[in-house]
């Protein structure tokens, strides 16, 4: 009974909702196959060797990559001006966060308005169920796509491990995405497009508040990341590396990382902020208000990037990316934000990719 009631509060009627309880059976079954399929595979690897070979990993991958560093510098004068360039500028986006933010706190003690509203909020249609249908829908979407393009890979041996379907296969899936947040938004509750936030009113003026944003916000983000590794190596724990990270740094071909960077930059930004804050944000302000649904939502947004590790300042950059959007009634701040530290993580990694790390 417990269950029925819970089910009809977040679908509605059964009658009209039954495809979503099928959907739901297919994707918790799917992810059960998934997990015991996972836990075979590791079952016949050797524990104690895979343990000795991270902890050699652990003491001895810092110390290598610190000598190849060293020697790539004194070899490589370009190198070196590349380097400190990227640390003079991390310093100066550093400070510069800081006195951002003591100007912000003496703006706030004086009562000044910090940030213009582009748009009043709309009275939305859409709530906490929508979202529920959403995700099925989405995640079912996904499952479907991945078992279409496993069968393609086992009868076309050549895709096997190709770079550029993982990333062809994530552009689908967030496409399809973005067009169910859009039907449900304009088809189900006819609403206007705005009603999401996509609106180019201020433009300027909202991409402005995008980056004084997160500049202000980096030196919180530095001191949990100084945190987290700090509490990493008191643990011998090693962070797991993105499979973003993992496809770029594999890559050799030029068009299939370029369109890569051009996804994980722009692309997977702009839907991920529709589908948050645009989407999901409004349904949980409506159902619990303001301060629990940006803190609903961030929590949300963290776990689901399954990165345990960055949980904490994944969770941060959301809080940030949702305010922006409370504040202004637009998505193009949050997706400023989003679009930037993209890049700045991109950056990083090409880095790291040119010096073989």
């Given at each position: 009974m417990r269950l029925r009631g819970m089910l009809k509060r977040c679908f509605g009627s059964a009658k009209a909702d039954w495809p979503y309880a099928v959907m739901l059976f297919f994707i918790i079954t799917i992810t059960a196959l998934a997990l015991i399929a996972e836990k075979d595979v590791k079952t016949k690897k050797s524990p104690a060797s895979q343990s000795m070979a991270v902890n050699a990993v652990d003491e001895n991958v810092f110390a290598q990559h610190q000598e190849k560093i060293k020697g790539l510098l004194k070899e490589n004068i370009s190198l070196y001006l590349i380097l400190l360039s990227v640390n003079l500028l991390l310093l100066a986006v550093f400070l510069g966060g800081i006195l951002l933010d003591i100007m912000l706190i003496f703006k706030v003690k004086r009562n000044d308005a910090l940030i213009i509203r582009t748009r009043e909020h709309a009275a939305v249609r859409w709530g906490m169920a929508d979202c529920v249908r959403f995700a099925i829908i989405f995640y079912s979407f996904a499952y479907i796509f991945m078992i279409a393009e496993g069968m393609m890979v086992h009868t076309f041996k050549r895709f096997d491990r190709d770079n550029l379907l993982l990333i062809l296969n994530a552009t689908v899936t967030d496409g399809m995405g973005i067009l169910f947040v859009l039907y449900y938004v304009t088809s189900i509750h006819k609403h206007r497009i705005d009603a999401i936030g996509l609106t180019a009113k201020n433009f300027f003026r909202n991409v402005y508040y995008g980056i004084t944003g997160y500049v202000a916000i980096v030196p919180l983000l530095g001191l949990t990341l100084v945190i987290t590794s700090i509490i990493l190596q008191m643990v011998h724990m090693r962070p797991p590396v993105q499979p973003i990270v993992d496809l770029l740094m594999e890559e050799k071909k030029g068009a299939v990382l370029v369109y890569s960077a051009v996804f994980a930059a722009v692309c997977g930004p702009i839907m991920e902020e529709i589908a948050f804050r645009g989407f999901m944000y409004n349904a949980f302000k409506k159902k619990w208000g303001v301060l629990w649904g940006i803190m609903g939502t961030s929590v949300l947004f963290s776990l689901l990037?399954?990165?345990?590790?960055?949980?904490?300042?994944?969770?941060?950059?959301?809080?940030?990316?949702?305010?922006?959007?409370?504040?202004?009634?637009?998505?193009?701040?949050s997706m400023t934000v989003h679009i930037v530290h993209n890049l700045a993580s991109l950056g990083m990694v090409f880095l790291m990719k040119g010096m073989n790390l």
């Open positions: 990037h399954a990165h345990p590790v960055g949980f904490v300042p994944i969770m941060i950059l959301g809080i940030l990316l949702a305010y922006l959007y409370e504040k202004t009634g637009s998505l193009v701040p």
